[in-house]
């Protein structure tokens, strides 16, 4: 979808549809709606007085101008009650525009900037909330289907800001959302995508292209043997089991300034979670393609960071393997050795995504990085704590990292809570034959078990452990709860935050 600014009143704008909002409880519009209204002689009013429409979050209603103005359709989009008005309203109403727009099958569609006016949020924030929540509403994955959709997407989103001296201010949040939003939906297209056509070795291949695309970045696979020879034993016995070739995939991007600090990634990317040995039940085993959505976010944001020329050094890390039960696949009992000398008992094969985190957790230090952040679908214990797609655990070794990402996720709406990393926790993971176990015998605490196994291996530098496990697949229907950015599947979670966390990281400073 083309995306582009125009000066002018959305009341005189000549296009398929035009959007425009209300807030619940409003009799008389005012601002752009207001214009609208009045062109009009009142039909929004009428609309809202006969009771029809309450300007409730998920509405929407259609009119249709007849010549009044020059649209052929005006969308009225709810807003909710304005004391609960956020950015992320303005995400999930322009979610609810777009899919509407796509409905009425049209080409070319045309909206205010939700927010900006009575709303008071800074103008290239608001542009940026609007067009990441039409891109990512309009999101849907089809790339193996034959039949294209009944509706195509429309192919032209217009903003309309009535101000022309502001219309570059609403260019540049425009241009970020569209990044952020274009970088989640990879992600979501990675999580989305069987396991049998996303292979450690497909991952492997868009990082390099990705890289290929800047000259600012390189990118770098590890085979097998790579990762042998740096003693990653710890992501290497998760890997036995599979046939697939396994691969640790380095992303660099650096602007070539010696001043500048250095961040780094970490991603889960376990293409398939089948648990190994510990077997998982079969049913929703196919979920477990989403199992890199650590590595989906972490390739995600990689991609916005080249585009957006980030001034800072960030490096991506995505160890990525399957995780499957064969004649040579890693047994409970077993001990294997990570890259920084510890040994590990496995007591269950299941608990891999601490084994794979393990080595580029310790290979991380070489960069002597500022800052360290690993994403990952760790644990189902995150999920029972937090809830189904509430929040991902935040674990913490520096109070200053924690509070710049808990900002970040305050502006993108992408939700971080804080969670303790009790050295208590340490007890469980002991173990008679290895200098810890990859799992504890007791049920409760999961969570903060598997966090306390990392710090083990994010020793050098300040570290905050991201468990994304309730957040990365959506599993619950569409509803009027639910943001409609947000589809079944893939969420692309993570990337908005780590793109805004980076973009603010040398203003913090
Ligand atoms: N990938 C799973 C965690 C997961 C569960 C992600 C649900 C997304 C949704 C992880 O590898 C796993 O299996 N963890 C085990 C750990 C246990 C064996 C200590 C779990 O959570 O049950
Ligand atoms: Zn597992
Ligand atoms: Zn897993």
Same mark, same amino acid.
């Given at each position: 979808?083309?995306?582009?600014?125009?000066?002018?009143?959305?009341?005189?704008?000549?296009?398929?549809?035009i959007?425009?909002?209300?807030?619940?409880?409003?009799?008389?519009?005012?601002?752009?709606?207001?214009?609208?209204?009045?062109?009009?002689?009142g039909?929004?009013?009428?609309?809202?007085?006969?009771?029809?429409?309450?300007?409730?979050?998920?509405?929407?209603?259609v009119?249709?101008?007849?010549?009044?103005?020059?649209?052929?359709?005006?969308?009225v989009?709810?807003?909710?009650?304005?004391?609960?008005?956020?950015?992320?309203?303005?995400?999930?109403?322009?979610a609810?525009?777009?899919?509407?727009?796509r409905?009425?099958?049209?080409e070319?569609?045309?909206?205010?900037?939700?927010?900006?006016g009575?709303?008071?949020?800074?103008?290239?924030?608001?542009?940026?909330?609007?067009?990441?929540?039409?891109?990512l509403?309009?999101?849907?994955?089809?790339?193996?289907?034959?039949?294209?959709?009944?509706r195509?997407?429309?192919?032209?989103?217009t903003?309309?800001?009535?101000?022309?001296?502001k219309?570059p201010?609403?260019?540049?949040?425009?241009?970020?959302?569209?990044i952020?939003a274009?970088?989640?939906?990879?992600?979501?297209?990675?999580?989305?995508?069987?396991?049998?056509y996303?292979?450690?070795?497909d991952?492997?291949?868009?990082?390099l292209?990705?890289?290929?695309?800047?000259?600012?970045?390189?990118?770098?696979?590890?085979?097998?043997?790579?990762?042998?020879?740096?003693?990653?034993?710890s992501?290497?016995?998760?890997?036995?089991?599979?046939?697939?070739?396994?691969?640790?995939?380095?992303?660099?991007?650096?602007p070539?300034?010696?001043?500048l600090?250095?961040?780094?990634?970490?991603?889960?990317?376990?293409?398939?979670?089948?648990?190994?040995?510990s077997?998982?039940?079969?049913q929703?085993?196919?979920?477990?393609?989403?199992?890199?959505?650590?590595?989906?976010?972490v390739?995600?944001?990689?991609?916005?960071?080249?585009?957006?020329?980030?001034?800072?050094?960030?490096?991506?890390?995505?160890?990525?393997?399957?995780?499957?039960?064969?004649?040579?696949?890693?047994?409970?009992?077993?001990?294997?050795?990570?890259?920084?000398?510890k040994?590990?008992?496995?007591?269950?094969?299941?608990?891999?995504?601490?084994?794979i985190?393990?080595d580029?957790?310790?290979?991380?230090?070489?960069?002597?990085?500022k800052?360290?952040?690993?994403?990952?679908?760790?644990?189902?214990?995150?999920?029972?704590?937090l809830?189904?797609?509430?929040?991902?655990?935040?674990?913490?070794?520096d109070?200053? =990292?924690? +509070?710049? %990402?808990?900002?970040?996720?305050?502006?993108? /709406?992408? !939700?971080?809570?804080?969670?303790p *990393?009790? #050295?208590?926790?340490?007890?469980?993971?002991?173990?008679m034959?290895?200098?810890?176990?990859?799992?504890?015998?007791d049920?409760?605490?999961?969570?903060?078990?598997?966090?306390?196994?990392?710090?083990?291996f994010?020793?050098?530098?300040?570290?905050?452990?991201?468990?994304?496990a309730g957040?990365?697949?959506?599993?619950?229907p569409?509803s009027?709860? =639910?943001? +409609?950015? %947000?589809?079944?599947?893939?969420?692309?979670? /993570?990337? !908005?935050?780590?793109?805004?966390? *980076?973009? #603010?990281?040398?203003?913090?400073n």
């Amino acid at each position: 979808m083309e995306i582009r600014v125009v000066a002018g009143g959305i009341q005189s704008i000549e296009d398929e549809l035009i959007v425009i909002n209300l807030f619940e409880g409003v009799e008389k519009p005012e601002g752009a709606t207001g214009a609208v209204d009045q062109a009009l002689s009142g039909a929004i009013r009428e609309l809202v007085a006969d009771g029809d429409f309450q300007g409730k979050r998920e509405q929407v209603a259609v009119l249709y101008p007849r010549g009044a103005i020059p649209a052929s359709r005006v969308v009225v989009v709810g807003l909710g009650p304005r004391d609960d008005f956020t950015l992320d309203t303005v995400r999930h109403a322009a979610a609810v525009a777009a899919k509407k727009a796509r409905e009425l099958g049209v080409e070319s569609f045309s909206s205010i900037v939700h927010g900006a006016g009575s709303g008071g949020f800074d103008l290239a924030e608001a542009a940026q909330a609007v067009v990441e929540g039409s891109v990512l509403g309009l999101y849907r994955y089809q790339e193996l289907k034959n039949k294209p959709p009944d509706r195509p997407d429309p192919e032209q989103f217009t903003l309309v800001q009535f101000e022309e001296s502001k219309v570059p201010v609403v260019e540049r949040g425009a241009e970020l959302g569209r990044i952020a939003a274009e970088a989640t939906c990879l992600a979501r297209d990675l999580i989305n995508r069987p396991a049998n056509y996303a292979t450690p070795s497909d991952l492997a291949e868009l990082a390099l292209d990705i890289a290929g695309e800047f000259d600012t970045m390189r990118c770098q696979v590890l085979s097998e043997e790579d990762a042998d020879e740096l003693g990653m034993g710890s992501f290497l016995g998760v890997a036995q089991g599979s046939e697939e070739p396994a691969a640790f995939i380095v992303m660099e991007h650096n602007p070539g300034r010696d001043d500048l600090d250095t961040v780094v990634l970490v991603g889960k990317g376990i293409t398939f979670d089948s648990g190994g040995i510990s077997l998982k039940p079969s049913q929703k085993m196919d979920r477990m393609r989403g199992d890199m959505g650590g590595a989906a976010a972490v390739m995600g944001a990689m991609l916005a960071v080249g585009q957006l020329q980030i001034p800072l050094h960030v490096v991506g890390l995505m160890p990525a393997t399957e995780n499957l039960p064969s004649g040579h696949a890693y047994k409970p009992g077993d001990v294997i050795r990570a890259m920084n000398g510890k040994t590990i008992e496995v007591i269950n094969t299941d608990a891999e995504g601490r084994l794979i985190l393990a080595d580029p957790l310790a290979y991380a230090s070489r960069f002597e990085p500022k800052a360290v952040i690993d994403l990952a679908t760790l644990t189902g214990a995150c999920v029972v704590a937090l809830g189904q797609g509430m929040a991902a655990g935040a674990f913490s070794t520096d109070d200053g =990292l924690l +509070a710049r %990402l808990l900002a970040a996720s305050q502006a993108t /709406g992408e !939700r971080i809570w804080h969670m303790p *990393l009790y #050295d208590e926790y340490l007890a469980s993971l002991r173990s008679m034959t290895a200098d810890l176990a990859n799992t504890g015998g007791d049920r409760f605490g999961g969570v903060g078990v598997s966090a306390m196994f990392l710090k083990q291996f994010a020793e050098d530098y300040p570290w905050t452990h991201l468990d994304i496990a309730g957040m990365t697949f959506e599993e619950r229907p569409p509803s009027p709860q =639910l943001p +409609a950015y %947000l589809q079944r599947g893939g969420t692309g979670f /993570g990337v !908005r935050l780590l793109v805004r966390f *980076l973009r #603010d990281w040398n203003e913090a400073n």
